[in-house]
């Protein structure tokens, strides 16, 4: 199964999502990307996740473009329709799927505060998946 988790930064949602995703179905080829792909992952989406026993600290933001060679079965979009247009993937697909989750990327606050924002948007990504990997595993 070849996975594609696509957001317009990926600094924070989509690489959450994807270490989530890999550790649910180790068996997947999961990638994620973005449209306007960021410098570097967010310092707290990769603290957030080693809290739950997950390293992404070695995931980099990539652009989707050179993905869209790349045929996939499923393309995730993770925005949040309320604060952002979400991105189009133009590649062969056999799905698509979307699951928006608030961008902790602009939570403001003491870095307590932001953290507590990061645990929500990381522990709703993780409810999001597992109830679209039941979906999956359902359909398969």
């Not at 696509?6 to 449209?35: D, F, I, K």
């Not at 707290?44 to 050179?66: F, K, T, Y």
Request: hydrophobic share 40%; aromatic share 6%.
């Amino acid at each position: 199964m070849r996975i594609l988790i696509l957001c317009t930064g990926n600094a924070c949602r989509s690489p959450m999502a994807a270490g989530l995703l890999r550790q649910l179905r180790p068996g997947w080829e999961v990638a994620s990307a973005g449209t306007y792909p960021l410098a570097q992952v967010h310092p707290l989406a990769v603290r957030v996740m080693a809290e739950v026993g997950l390293d992404i600290s070695g995931e980099r933001p990539q652009p989707v473009a050179p993905l869209t060679a790349r045929p996939f079965d499923h393309v995730i979009t993770v925005c949040d329709d309320a604060r952002e247009a979400c991105p189009v993937f133009t590649g062969a697909v056999r799905q698509r799927h979307h699951l928006p989750f608030t961008d902790p990327y602009w939570a403001q606050g003491t870095e307590q505060e932001r953290l507590l924002v990061f645990r929500r948007v990381r522990d709703s990504i993780r409810q999001g998946f597992e109830g679209l990997v039941r979906e999956l595993d359902k359909a398969e």
